[in-house]
């Protein structure tokens, strides 16, 4: 999990970053229109809550050309993650 910057320089290696959860959509739209290279080369990371959807609900639709989502959480036998990854696959 990583910056907008670190995936720029990521990128230039063929390499794959998941963006860390805590951007705006407006710093998302910065990014892809800044980068659009680099877009199809990240992930935008999410926690389970509802918040966390409802930021990668606007980002997707903010930023249709991101591809990948990363479901990122610490306990990943929960089950709010099996919730969060059913709500997810649902809507994407």
């Known amino acids: 999990v990583g910056r907008f910057e670190m995936a720029s320089v990521l990128n230039k290696h063929h390499l794959f970053t998941c963006i860390h959860k805590h951007y705006s959509v407006?710093?998302?739209?910065?990014?892809?229109?800044?980068?659009?290279?680099?877009?199809?080369?990240?992930?935008?990371?999410?926690?389970?809550?509802?918040?966390?959807?409802?930021?990668?609900?606007?980002?997707?639709?903010?930023?249709?050309?991101?591809?990948?989502?990363c479901l990122d959480v610490a306990n990943g036998y929960s089950e709010a993650f099996v919730g969060a990854v059913r709500k997810v696959r649902e809507k994407f």
């Open 26 to 69: 407006d710093q998302w739209k910065a990014f892809a229109a800044a980068s659009p290279e680099v877009v199809s080369n990240v992930a935008v990371s999410i926690g389970s809550s509802s918040r966390d959807f409802d930021n990668l609900c606007a980002i997707m639709a903010a930023v249709p050309e991101v591809d990948f989502i």
